[in-house]
């Protein structure tokens, strides 16, 4: 079975895509299909992220780690008082 996925991007960026995709032997859709395998099998986006965005979510892992590893930090076991746990 399949879907359909609909997607808006730049008209050169695309015609450039399907240019350089058909040289190789496929098309967008194969091309696509290939990218989100990729990244399901791998558990990654199969090309590096960079600037700002990279920082902030490398800074943010290195805070969760740093507070899972911490035995004083708070916690919240009950999931009916989570929202009340997350409140400043």
């Not at 960079?50 to 805070?63: G, I, K, W």
Request: aromatic share 6%.
């Amino acid at each position: 079975m399949t879907t359909s996925l609909t997607i808006r991007m730049d008209e050169t960026l695309k015609a450039d895509a399907e240019e350089f995709f058909e040289d190789i032997g496929m098309n967008l859709t194969t091309a696509i299909t290939c990218f989100f395998k990729k990244c399901l099998a791998t558990g990654e986006i199969p090309f590096t992220l960079s600037r700002s965005t990279h920082d902030r979510l490398v800074a943010a892992l290195r805070e969760a780690d740093a507070v899972a590893a911490d035995p004083d930090a708070a916690t919240c076991t009950d999931p009916g008082k989570l929202s009340e746990f997350l409140r400043p």
